[in-house]
């Protein structure tokens, strides 16, 4: 009777098989936009051996279902256009309607990147509600894909596209609509965004396994998880007696207290981000990515690690998708009054100093942060700079995207004289003089010190320090920081030290 059960179960399952319908990932469907001038990917299951047929814009492409019923096929690259239809035959049959061509562009980080156009309680907006109402876009489209965390690479996610309206702005990353919003409007062709980031995460949740695993350098990455997962035993009895005191305080009419943060351990699971909301898109081409992330990588153990981490998640996702150095455009960490224990000069360094990478850019945003709030208002300018950012190096308009970018410092006398790239026409104090710049002599010691611009040049001096060997500027959580170019863009914050130093 065991054999003939067993027997039974075989039949069915290889009878599921034969009547098995072609299922495409969530990222294929109707109203999405596919990547320009690049073959056209399509993917998707079927059952074992089952011939399937892709058909597009008048070209059609047959394949058959694997062992498995994974199949795949590649279709000529189109230009920008639409909307067409794309039927896949098999069994069943899919249509997928209101298809367009043109660039698409993969959005990731954390909560600035998340915040969406219509704000967070305590956390609003720049003119949300009017940027709300005017978010009717049809050549914009708009897939945000779920949180969740895994332990292997997952090959699909339960994400769709939908056309950008106000209803469907309203929800979405503020900081990657404006960069989209800027690139349809100046490039006159259809954008995809794709959305994946969740707030409060670390950067090393964001990289693939392996890129970890191949640097001997990253592994204290995993005896920082350890030692998370031994505090987080303590996190529930934690959030409960938060919550009794939220509800004392109402009870009083009071405003409840602040509670220390605790941080969702599968969100801070190295790979964990990645396995489960970078890794199903790995085979959809895209045109480049934007990130905003950061904050989450301050703490005084780790923050010099970044300057190895953000580097090595940049080279992992580019070799995740095979399409070369694909345009990496990136937020710089505002200002804010973190925990003085947190590092946010080392991160704003570590940022600057990944721009060595090729194809690589960096929106700075000192200038717009709010000291009491760590999720800036201002999302416009964001995504205006990473616009431009895009618009300069993908795009190819001869236009300064950048603010001035430390070059080097050499002593004179008892001066530093600072050279930087990106001056546009010459160097701008914002204010009487210029502020937020220190010297070293061989003590190390930084202080305060005078700067002056000479040409494209900054002078910097300061009577204590007759010998300087290093010089920085804006390094602080809220530093004094007032260069500008004369096209209006911000200086990164820097120091001339060879290696960033350990706070």
Same mark, same amino acid.
């Given at each position: 009777?065991?054999?003939?059960?067993?027997?039974?179960?075989?039949?069915?399952?290889?009878?599921?098989?034969?009547?098995?319908?072609?299922?495409?990932?969530?990222?294929?469907?109707?109203?999405?936009?596919?990547?320009?001038?690049?073959?056209?990917?399509?993917?998707? /299951?079927?059952?074992?051996?089952?011939?399937?047929?892709?058909?597009?814009?008048?070209?059609?492409? @047959?394949?058959?279902? @694997?062992?498995? !019923?994974?199949?795949?096929?590649?279709?000529?690259?189109?230009?920008?256009?639409?909307?067409?239809?794309?039927?896949?035959?098999?069994?069943?049959?899919?249509?997928?309607?209101?298809?367009?061509?043109?660039?698409? /562009?993969?959005?990731?980080?954390?909560?600035?990147?998340?915040?969406?156009?219509?704000?967070?309680?305590?956390? %609003?907006?720049?003119?949300?509600?009017?940027?709300?109402?005017?978010?009717?876009? %049809?050549?914009?489209?708009?897939?945000?894909?779920?949180? &969740?965390?895994?332990?292997?690479?997952?090959? @699909?996610?339960?994400?769709?596209?939908?056309?950008?309206?106000?209803?469907?702005?309203?929800?979405?990353?503020?900081?990657?609509?404006?960069?989209?919003?800027?690139?349809?409007?100046?490039?006159?062709?259809?954008?995809?965004?794709?959305?994946?980031?969740?707030?409060?995460?670390?950067?090393?949740?964001?990289?693939?396994?392996?890129?970890?695993?191949?640097?001997?350098?990253?592994?204290?990455?995993?005896?920082?998880?350890?030692?998370?997962?031994? @505090?987080?035993?303590?996190?529930?009895?934690?959030?409960?007696?938060?919550?009794?005191?939220?509800?004392?305080?109402?009870?009083? !009419?009071?405003?409840?207290?602040?509670?220390?943060?605790?941080?969702?351990?599968?969100?801070?699971?190295?790979?964990?981000?990645?396995?489960?909301?970078?890794?199903?898109?790995?085979?959809?081409?895209?045109?480049?990515?934007?990130?905003?992330?950061?904050?989450?990588?301050?703490?005084?153990?780790?923050?010099?690690?970044?300057?190895?981490?953000? %580097?090595?998640?940049?080279?992992? /996702?580019?070799?995740?998708?095979?399409?070369?150095?694909? =345009?990496?455009?990136?937020?710089?960490?505002?200002?804010?009054?973190?925990?003085?224990?947190?590092?946010?000069?080392?991160?704003?360094?570590?940022?600057?100093?990944?721009?060595?990478?090729?194809? +690589?850019?960096?929106?700075?945003?000192?200038?717009?942060?709010?000291?009491?709030?760590?999720? %800036?208002?201002? &999302?416009? +300018?964001?995504?205006?700079?990473?616009?431009?950012?895009?618009?300069?190096?993908?795009?190819?308009?001869?236009?300064?995207?950048?603010?001035?970018?430390?070059?080097?410092?050499? =002593?004179?006398?008892?001066?530093?004289?600072?050279?930087?790239?990106? +001056?546009?026409?010459?160097?701008?104090?914002?204010?009487? &003089?210029?502020?937020?710049?220190?010297?070293?002599?061989?003590? !190390?010691?930084?202080?305060?010190?005078?700067?002056?611009?000479? !040409?494209?040049?900054?002078?910097?001096?300061?009577?204590?320090?007759?010998?300087?060997?290093?010089?920085?500027?804006?390094?602080?959580?809220?530093?004094?920081?007032?260069?500008?170019?004369?096209?209006?863009?911000?200086?990164?914050?820097?120091?001339?030290?060879?290696?960033? =130093?350990?706070?």
């Amino acid at each position: 009777m065991l054999r003939i059960s067993l027997f039974a179960l075989l039949c069915t399952c290889f009878m599921g098989y034969g009547r098995a319908e072609v299922k495409l990932p969530g990222c294929l469907s109707s109203h999405m936009v596919l990547q320009r001038e690049q073959p056209i990917h399509i993917w998707g /299951w079927s059952a074992p051996e089952e011939n399937v047929s892709v058909a597009f814009h008048g070209i059609s492409r @047959d394949t058959v279902g @694997d062992d498995l !019923g994974q199949w795949s096929v590649y279709l000529p690259p189109e230009p920008a256009g639409g909307p067409y239809a794309l039927t896949i035959s098999a069994t069943n049959r899919i249509v997928l309607e209101d298809v367009l061509v043109g660039d698409v /562009w993969f959005a990731s980080g954390q909560s600035n990147m998340e915040m969406p156009l219509s704000g967070w309680p305590g956390a %609003p907006l720049k003119d949300s509600a009017e940027e709300i109402a005017n978010a009717d876009h %049809p050549r914009i489209r708009l897939l945000q894909v779920p949180k &969740k965390s895994s332990d292997f690479p997952l090959r @699909d996610s339960e994400a769709s596209w939908v056309v950008c309206t106000p209803k469907t702005a309203a929800g979405f990353s503020a900081a990657a609509y404006f960069f989209g919003r800027d690139i349809e409007a100046r490039e006159q062709v259809p954008v995809g965004l794709i959305h994946a980031s969740w707030g409060g995460t670390p950067a090393e949740a964001w990289l693939s396994l392996e890129a970890i695993a191949s640097d001997a350098g990253l592994m204290s990455l995993f005896a920082a998880r350890a030692q998370m997962m031994q @505090d987080q035993a303590d996190v529930p009895a934690m959030r409960a007696r938060d919550r009794r005191e939220d509800q004392a305080a109402r009870a009083a !009419g009071k405003t409840p207290p602040p509670h220390t943060w605790h941080p969702d351990p599968a969100s801070w699971a190295p790979a964990g981000l990645f396995n489960a909301m970078v890794a199903p898109f790995r085979p959809f081409p895209i045109r480049g990515v934007i990130w905003y992330q950061g904050e989450s990588n301050s703490r005084p153990a780790f923050a010099p690690l970044y300057v190895r981490l953000f %580097p090595a998640l940049i080279k992992d /996702w580019r070799r995740q998708w095979r399409e070369g150095d694909f =345009p990496f455009l990136f937020v710089q960490i505002s200002s804010y009054n973190a925990d003085p224990a947190e590092n946010w000069p080392t991160i704003r360094e570590a940022q600057r100093r990944t721009l060595g990478l090729a194809n +690589t850019a960096m929106a700075v945003t000192i200038d717009i942060g709010t000291p009491d709030n760590v999720h %800036p208002p201002d &999302k416009q +300018t964001v995504g205006a700079r990473l616009a431009l950012a895009a618009r300069a190096l993908t795009y190819g308009e001869d236009i300064e995207y950048s603010g001035p970018l430390f070059r080097q410092a050499r =002593p004179e006398g008892e001066s530093m004289r600072v050279w930087f790239t990106h +001056t546009a026409d010459g160097l701008v104090a914002e204010g009487d &003089k210029l502020e937020g710049f220190q010297v070293a002599g061989s003590s !190390g010691q930084f202080v305060d010190a005078q700067a002056h611009i000479d !040409g494209r040049t900054i002078i910097v001096s300061s009577p204590g320090v007759t010998e300087p060997q290093s010089v920085r500027y804006g390094w602080a959580n809220v530093p004094k920081a007032n260069l500008f170019n004369s096209a209006g863009l911000p200086a990164s914050p820097f120091t001339s030290e060879k290696y960033i =130093p350990r706070p």
